[in-house]
């Protein structure tokens, strides 16, 4: 966009005539509105919550609320700019097209998971005696996630990342027979034995150490890890934990973390594993909201360039 208002600026000194001098006015002033929308857009996404195992559901909500407005008053700029320089038609296709593609799928998406991440629990909100987790509003989350997650350009992410390895000891396939990760989604406890709580908190924390946020993005917007996030079975019946790799189980965490009514279970020795799972479903989200938002603005930077390829040619002749 830079190179464009350039090459209007050295167009536009002496020598042309007024119907050129009007156009490229045109074009300069419509090139610097959508500069500062854009510059305005990135800073406006660029701030990641400070997410910590403090961090409560609320918070999450405010965060996605706080998008959904940005993306609101970027279009609103956007349809301001048009409607006063909207007649150059290459421009104002590509413009139209972000809008309806991008902008409103975002806004949408954001508005939806802002409505869902409430409560004034904590992301890793673990019952510390025995007793079951709690689905929460999981579907609607994902539904609005997904929305925004598959209108960015996220061209990296893998939800089958990492191994199916439990943490106990590091070479046995996870299975649900109460020491891996799959207890924390049972409905009734998390595993018979004292130790159970920590094996299963342990299991999940090096899950999501062992992938990225792009892998979580994209076991969510996949739907791999929607049938573990949604158990509602016992500790000891939880299939979908069967052979899961570390990106599904770290997807499903997150999910269940951010989803207004979620819980993880414990038993009466999970006083140890609330520390980890504070600590894993907070590392968990601020993966996938960081890489988020990094999308977001990548998206951005790929509209940016198409824009930048109609103000060349429409400026083409003017050469």
Do not use: W
Request: proline fraction near 1%; aromatic fraction near 4%; charged fraction near 25%.
């Amino acid at each position: 966009m830079v190179m464009v208002m350039m090459v209007v600026m050295g167009c536009n000194s002496g020598g042309v005539k007024d119907p050129e001098k009007v156009f490229l006015s045109d074009i300069a002033n419509l090139g610097k509105g959508f500069l500062d929308v854009f510059v305005n857009f990135g800073d406006m996404v660029s701030d990641v919550i400070g997410i910590k195992a403090d961090t409560k559901k609320s918070d999450i909500g405010k965060y996605f609320s706080d998008i959904e407005k940005s993306m609101q008053a970027i279009k609103v700029k956007l349809r301001e700019i048009l409607e006063k320089n909207g007649k150059y038609e290459k421009i104002k296709t590509v413009v139209d097209k972000f809008i309806t593609d991008k902008l409103d799928k975002i806004t949408e998406g954001a508005k939806e998971v802002s409505n869902i991440a409430e409560g004034a629990e904590l992301l890793g909100n673990m019952v510390t005696s025995d007793g079951g987790g709690a689905v929460g509003e999981v579907d609607k989350l994902i539904k609005g996630m997904k929305t925004i997650i598959d209108v960015l350009d996220l061209k990296e992410g893998n939800p089958d990342a990492g191994t199916d390895k439990k943490a106990k000891d590091g070479s046995t396939s996870r299975a649900h027979n109460s020491d891996d990760a799959g207890n924390l989604f049972g409905n009734d406890k998390a595993g018979a034995a004292a130790a159970n709580a920590k094996e299963a908190a342990t299991d999940a924390a090096k899950a999501v150490g062992a992938i990225t946020g792009a892998d979580i993005l994209k076991a969510i917007s996949s739907g791999k890890a929607t049938a573990l996030a949604n158990n509602n079975s016992a500790y000891n019946n939880v299939a979908a934990v069967t052979s899961a790799k570390d990106g599904v189980v770290a997807g499903a965490l997150a999910l269940r973390a951010m989803a207004k009514g979620g819980k993880f279970a414990g038993n009466d020795a999970a006083n140890d594993a609330v520390t980890i799972v504070k600590d894993a479903a907070s590392s968990a989200v601020n993966k996938a909201l960081s890489t988020l938002v990094i999308a977001i603005r990548s998206t951005v930077d790929s509209v940016l360039k198409t824009i930048n390829e109609a103000f060349a040619s429409t400026l083409a002749p003017f050469r």
